[in-house]
């Protein structure tokens, strides 16, 4: 390794301050754990600030590679017992990267383009997910609107796998937000229960969709703005999909005509 020094007290408790919104924001800064999250992380060009490993990372393959990687970073040696104590996952991989938070606005989101919406949703399982899936599907940004969960808390970009650094994750108001889709020119799609069948629905290159809260949907000021809202006819018993189930199989619909 370039560098391995000890873990100070104070670099243990901003890893504490990573897994709250209010501080985090503050510190402008992102908690990465795991083999897999950390190493998309990289392969994505995420500035990272340090990395906190334990011999359990040299148990894997991948975590030998990964290893391998950090010679560029400085790395702080801890033992497995002290990971475990400071990680967010049931089970540290023997991984903890801190990195700098991508900053992205709504300028770029732009026409032609490709969007998803996060309207007020609560689980950062959730987001994270269907952040994994839009950058599956080719998307060009993520909005994530007020009332939304923080979509860079640690168990989020777990659930993301790493993936959110491959695509910019913008914070808006939900006003502002219409104002400037109104602006480019993007119709706005809207998951429903009861909406168009996405197998009947002819969506456009550029669109936007949008997700709403597990519990209520989607609020009535999205809705009132949206060009149509879209649904996945289903055969069986259940009437209803989770949220990042329901979104994910809406974005292979709206893409897969895509070359």
């Not at 269907?130 to 860079?152: N, Y």
């Not at 879209?230 to 189930?245: H, I, K, R, T, W």
Request: include cysteine; glycine fraction near 8%.
């Amino acid at each position: 390794m370039a560098s391995q020094v000890t873990l100070s007290q104070r670099r243990e408790h901003l890893v504490g301050r990573l897994r709250v919104r209010k501080t985090r924001a503050r510190e402008n800064t992102v908690l990465v754990e795991g083999v897999r999250a950390s190493t998309e992380a990289l392969d994505s060009g995420a500035s990272v600030a340090f990395a906190i490993i334990s011999s359990r990372l040299s148990a894997s393959k991948s975590g030998k590679d990964l290893e391998k990687r950090l010679n560029e970073v400085e790395v702080i040696v801890v033992e497995d017992r002290k990971l475990e104590q400071i990680s967010d996952t049931a089970r540290s991989q023997g991984v903890m990267l801190v990195c700098i938070e991508p900053s992205a606005d709504l300028d770029l989101v732009q026409s032609p383009g490709r969007h998803m919406v996060l309207d007020g949703l609560q689980d950062p399982g959730n987001t994270g997910t269907l952040i994994r899936s839009a950058v599956a599907f080719g998307l060009d940004s993520v909005i994530c609107l007020d009332g939304t969960v923080d979509p860079w808390l640690p168990k989020a970009v777990r659930a993301s796998a790493g993936m959110i650094f491959q695509i910019p994750v913008v914070r808006a108001d939900t006003q502002k937000f219409l104002s400037h889709l109104s602006h480019i020119k993007i119709p706005l799609y809207v998951a429903e229960v009861g909406g168009q069948d996405i197998d009947t629905c002819n969506v456009p290159t550029s669109f936007a969709l949008a997700l709403g809260n597990e519990g209520i949907g989607i609020r009535p000021m999205l809705g009132h703005a949206a060009k149509d809202m879209l649904a996945v006819s289903m055969q069986g018993p259940a009437d209803s999909l989770n949220v990042a189930m329901a979104g994910s199989i809406l974005l292979y619909g709206m893409t897969r005509g895509e070359t």
